[in-house]
């Protein structure tokens, strides 16, 4: 059910770029999702498949996922490691005085459209 | 193979929403209407301590309420019978969560004239709704003591971005595991500004507290 939300995002913001390009039909979206950002990539494809295909401009357009790692910052001896291995506590030297630098992301990289 | 064109767009899909959600805020400043924004998960008591709070702040401040819901009115209704205050269902459409727009038009549907207070409870979920940014002036979350002292740990984000945090259900606490000492340490570990307030909003017991703080944040915020 979130993942639905999303994509009604998604093709908002496609919609409006595509819009601004002077773009008739999209062929690929790709996304850049990070590790930790609670999205399911799968369930992300199946809604959009389900959502794009009602809108004439996103027929048959795939929705392509980079996965981008998540790493965590430990403020007590600044080093930095995979969240997802890890999680809260620090590895390097068992601090629980971390914080997620990044690995949230949840963006639209580009489009892809037919060069003709 | 068919030749594509790549166009770059690199923009976060919250990016619109925050925008929007500013404005609304920066209006409400102008107005001079507090919106609060009350999230949990299904059934740890927001309409309870929704009904509490609002009886006890009815004689200082005009107060409406805005109930978000997947598909039904029974909480608008409850609300109205047990308060007798303006209150309207916010159909989010089989989403589950309110976004600023979403937000926004729910404002215009209500009558906010001499309005000093508007409610937001958002849709029971832990996840989505500390995504979008409501515009709301404040976030606030009910955690009830059946959930566990844990969920600090597990949801962090819905806890960094509240600035209260009410623990309800104080009353079956003895049936419980639930360790309010560790439940503040992992809010603080999340966010060391959020308040913890407990509560037991079948009886009332602490709902004075919230009220206050609420009561308090509505008159800065007409400064
Ligand atoms: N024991 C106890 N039960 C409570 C308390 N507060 C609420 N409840 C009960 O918990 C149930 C859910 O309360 P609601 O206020 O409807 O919860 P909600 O968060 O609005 O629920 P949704 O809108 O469905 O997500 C009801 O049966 C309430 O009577 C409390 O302090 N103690
Ligand atoms: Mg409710
Ligand atoms: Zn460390």
Same mark, same amino acid.
Request: net charge negative.
């Given at each position: 059910?979130?993942?639905?939300?999303?994509?009604?995002?998604?093709?908002?913001?496609?919609?409006?770029?595509?819009?601004?390009?002077?773009?008739?039909?999209?062929?690929?979206?790709?996304?850049?999702?990070?590790?930790?950002?609670?999205?399911?990539?799968?369930?992300?494809?199946?809604?959009?498949?389900?959502?794009?295909?009602?809108?004439?401009?996103?027929?048959?357009?795939?929705?392509?996922?980079?996965?981008?790692?998540?790493?965590?910052?430990?403020?007590?001896?600044?080093?930095?490691?995979?969240?997802?291995?890890?999680?809260?506590?620090?590895?390097?030297?068992?601090?629980?005085?971390?914080?997620?630098?990044?690995?949230?992301?949840?963006?639209?990289?580009?489009?892809?459209?037919?060069?003709? | 193979?068919?030749?594509?064109?790549?166009?770059?767009?690199?923009?976060?899909?919250?990016?619109?929403?925050?925008?929007?959600?500013?404005?609304?805020?920066?209006?409400?400043?102008?107005?001079?209407?507090?919106?609060?924004?009350?999230?949990?998960?299904?059934?740890?008591? #927001?309409?309870? /301590?929704? *009904? %509490?709070? @609002?009886? !006890?702040?009815?004689?200082?401040?005009?107060?409406?309420?805005? $109930?978000?819901?997947?598909?039904?009115?029974?909480?608008?209704?409850?609300? #109205?019978?047990? /308060?007798? *205050? %303006?209150? @309207?269902? !916010?159909?989010?459409?089989?989403?589950?969560?309110?976004?600023? $727009?979403?937000?926004?038009?729910?404002?215009?549907?209500?009558?906010?004239?001499?309005?000093?207070?508007? *409610?937001?409870?958002?849709?029971?979920?832990?996840?989505?709704?500390?995504?979008?940014?409501?515009?709301?002036?404040?976030?606030?979350?009910?955690?009830?003591?059946?959930?566990?002292?844990?969920?600090?740990?597990?949801?962090?984000?819905?806890?960094?971005?509240?600035?209260?945090?009410?623990?309800?259900?104080?009353?079956?606490?003895?049936?419980?595991?639930?360790?309010?000492?560790?439940?503040?340490?992992?809010?603080?570990?999340?966010?060391?500004?959020?308040?913890?307030?407990?509560?037991?909003?079948?009886?009332?017991?602490?709902?004075?507290?919230?009220?206050?703080?609420?009561?308090?944040?509505?008159?800065?915020?007409?400064?």
């Amino acid at each position: 059910m979130h993942e639905l939300g999303i994509v009604f995002y998604i093709i908002r913001d496609v919609k409006e770029a595509a819009a601004n390009n002077h773009v008739g039909h999209v062929s690929g979206v790709v996304m850049n999702i990070g590790e930790v950002s609670t999205i399911v990539p799968e369930y992300l494809t199946d809604c959009w498949r389900w959502a794009a295909d009602k809108e004439e401009l996103l027929k048959g357009c795939e929705l392509k996922i980079n996965t981008l790692p998540a790493v965590s910052y430990c403020e007590e001896c600044g080093q930095e490691y995979p969240t997802v291995a890890h999680g809260k506590i620090c590895p390097f030297c068992g601090s629980e005085h971390t914080y997620l630098l990044r690995g949230n992301e949840v963006e639209i990289k580009e489009i892809e459209v037919p060069d003709d | 193979m068919e030749k594509v064109k790549i166009v770059e767009i690199k923009k976060s899909i919250f990016e619109n929403n925050d925008k929007q959600a500013d404005n609304l805020r920066g209006e409400l400043k102008s107005r001079g209407l507090y919106l609060l924004n009350l999230m949990s998960s299904p059934g740890s008591g #927001k309409t309870t /301590t929704l *009904i %509490q709070t @609002i009886n !006890l702040l009815k004689d200082k401040l005009r107060i409406a309420v805005m $109930e978000a819901d997947i598909d039904s009115d029974v909480d608008a209704v409850k609300i #109205k019978e047990a /308060t007798g *205050i %303006q209150s @309207i269902q !916010l159909h989010t459409g089989g989403m589950c969560h309110l976004d600023a $727009e979403m937000t926004r038009q729910g404002l215009d549907s209500l009558d906010t004239d001499g309005t000093d207070l508007v *409610i937001l409870e958002n849709v029971g979920n832990l996840v989505c709704p500390a995504e979008f940014d409501t515009g709301a002036v404040r976030n606030a979350m009910i955690l009830s003591v059946p959930e566990g002292d844990d969920k600090p740990l597990k949801y962090p984000l819905m806890f960094s971005v509240c600035d209260v945090v009410i623990v309800n259900k104080t009353d079956v606490m003895p049936y419980f595991d639930f360790d309010l000492e560790k439940c503040r340490e992992y809010v603080r570990m999340r966010n060391p500004k959020a308040v913890v307030i407990p509560i037991c909003a079948r009886t009332g017991e602490g709902v004075d507290v919230f009220a206050s703080w609420l009561l308090n944040e509505v008159r800065n915020w007409k400064q």
